[in-house]
């Protein structure tokens, strides 16, 4: 079965510092990856995507950045982190074929920048 | 530019079904429409999909309309684990949850 990981669960940065986020994927070849942001009491934002190794797709302009160096890795970065990067970060994972691209959620990353 | 449109909240008992409605009037002939929830603090859950047949799997049932202009997930005996923000999603090209509804189960 596939099964998706995300950490760390938890992270607490300063304003300014950098960020490093990992999401790996197990039982599954090329899947398309997904970064969401939520922030409190609020819907998912769409990020990045990635439909195979070194391709990003960028959906909002912003202060962070994805990569794929592996087929079941997707990576989010970020340099200078600011106050707004704060909030719930979601990793995805789909497999088009069907007609349908279910996506498989991680449990996600609390991030807080003081 | 939510293409879905769900309650902000229900309630329902304990060992109840949970009826959870979603209107999607602008949905295209081969879009799927999607359920998923989310409980405080984790990922968002996969629960169902479907095209225009009703669906049932070991969670919850789907219930199209025949013009597919809504649905509805049925929880059929509630529990309190199932407490949850519930997001009806069709267009994935949207990929947007839209506010979703907050589900109570109450003892």
């Known amino acids: 079965s596939q099964t998706i990981h995300q950490w760390p669960a938890t992270l607490v940065q300063p304003v300014g510092s950098p960020l490093s986020l990992e999401c790996t994927v197990e039982g599954t070849s090329n899947p398309n990856l997904y970064w969401y942001r939520q922030a409190a009491g609020r819907g998912l934002q769409l990020l990045f995507y990635?439909?195979?190794?070194?391709?990003i797709s960028s959906e909002v302009p912003q202060n962070l950045s994805a990569s794929r160096p592996q087929d079941r890795q997707f990576i989010l970065s970020s340099k200078k982190l600011l106050l707004s990067d704060s909030g719930f970060y979601l990793c995805a994972w789909s497999i088009t074929g069907l007609g349908t691209d279910t996506q498989y959620f991680g449990p996600g990353t609390r991030l807080t920048v003081l | 530019d939510a293409k879905t449109t769900q309650p902000t909240s229900m309630d329902c008992a304990e060992g109840r079904a949970a009826n959870l409605p979603c209107n999607h009037s602008?949905?295209?002939?081969?879009?799927?429409v999607y359920w998923y929830r989310q409980i405080h603090s984790q990922g968002p859950q996969y629960i169902i999909h479907?095209?225009?047949n009703n669906e049932t799997n070991e969670m919850a049932s789907l219930i199209i309309t025949e013009d597919r202009k809504s649905s509805t997930l049925i929880l059929p005996h509630a529990t309190l684990r199932d407490t949850a923000v519930y997001y009806c999603?069709?267009?994935?090209?949207?990929?947007?949850f839209g506010a979703g509804t907050r589900l109570t189960v109450k003892p």
């Open positions: 602008t949905i295209s002939g081969n879009e799927y």
């Open positions: 999603i069709v267009r994935w090209s949207d990929m947007r």
């Open positions: 990635s439909v195979g190794i070194g391709q």
């Open positions: 479907g095209l225009k």
